[in-house]
């Protein structure tokens, strides 16, 4: 036995291979220290990490088909795909189809074994509430582009109440109208991160990991016209609910700092290219390592102790203010 932890991954966006270099860094740090990864969940971008990195799936090894000619173009924003874009905001409110997305995680990875339980955050646009869906190797595809569909850069997603989870259409109250559907959005527009799905875990240290801690000197003005509008509507609430979550259970942030730079080309860019995806895996891997060799994850003592069964509670509440 080993002490058990639990990862969550918050949003990234466009940079999410440099989140996937911060989660290779900081999980083979965990594992040398005697830590065992008993769940993980993610919000946009960190959900995408956080089902690779349960099915042992290599990151780098997954862009090659994530990211090839036909694959970039449909994802593209602006020059040659404007007039599709500027088409699919007026009449679908986003640039890109999140359907494209569903099917570029569908196609490269088909069959995912997800070894370990793992959670990927929505926020329900048609009921107004969060979600956590519990993946499956059938379903991943789908609400992971849920979770990863940005305001005004993804169109909504729309999934079918029959294929949600019976606690899903109970919660949402859809349970009575099957052939209907529910929208989703990108799980950065929850209201808190969504601890409450494994409130009951309490012995269970958890890291939440993010890669938009301010930084001094660090530019804060919308990079594009993009971002400017995408800065109206996401309502990361991550920070701002971790010390009162901390009073709950124990709970490290743990934040590598994006760049400057990669945040002002690729916040916003979905068309990566191979040497993109490696560059900003690379920077992502690099300055966790950089930082784990001077500071401590700020965890408990490590603990020979079984792993409890997990609470798969798949719709949130917001995060109370009360004790």
């Not at 966006?13 to 989660?23: C, D, H, K, Q």
């Not at 924003?77 to 500027?86: L, V």
């Not at 860019?269 to 390592?289: I, N, V």
Request: glycine share 6%.
């Amino acid at each position: 036995m080993s002490q058990p932890i639990g990862v969550m991954y918050a949003t990234a966006g466009g940079r999410y291979p440099f989140m996937a270099g911060v989660a290779q860094a900081l999980e083979e740090h965990l594992t040398q220290l005697g830590y065992r990864i008993v769940f993980r969940m993610g919000a946009s971008g960190g959900s995408l990490i956080s089902a690779l990195r349960s099915s042992n799936t290599n990151f780098l090894d997954w862009t090659t088909g994530s990211t090839t000619p036909a694959i970039r173009q449909s994802l593209k924003i602006g020059r040659s795909a404007i007039f599709q874009n500027m088409w699919n905001y007026v009449t679908k409110k986003g640039f890109l189809e999140s359907s494209d997305v569903e099917n570029l995680f569908d196609t490269t990875l088909k069959t995912p074994e997800l070894t370990t339980p793992t959670y990927a955050v929505s926020w329900c646009l048609s009921a107004q509430k969060p979600v956590a869906f519990r993946l499956t190797n059938e379903n991943w595809a789908s609400r992971v582009a849920a979770s990863c569909a940005m305001p005004v850069a993804m169109t909504p997603l729309k999934i079918k109440n029959s294929e949600l989870s019976f606690v899903i259409q109970e919660q949402l109250g859809v349970k009575n109208n099957p052939n209907g559907f529910s929208t989703f959005m990108d799980g950065g527009l929850c209201p808190g991160f969504p601890l409450k799905l494994i409130e009951e875990m309490k012995q269970i240290p958890v890291v939440v990991v993010t890669i938009d801690h301010k930084v001094p000197g660090q530019k804060s003005d919308p990079i594009n016209i993009i971002h400017r509008l995408l800065a109206k509507e996401m309502r990361v609430k991550v920070l701002e609910n971790l010390e009162e979550i901390k009073n709950r259970r124990p709970l490290s942030l743990w934040c590598v700092p994006c760049p400057d730079f990669i945040n002002r080309k690729y916040a916003t860019k979905f068309d990566l290219g191979p040497e993109d995806t490696k560059s900003m895996y690379e920077h992502g891997y690099a300055l966790c390592r950089g930082k784990l060799m001077t500071q401590d994850v700020n965890l408990p003592p490590v603990e020979s102790i079984p792993t409890p069964a997990p609470i798969a509670v798949e719709v949130m509440v917001e995060v109370s203010n009360e004790n």
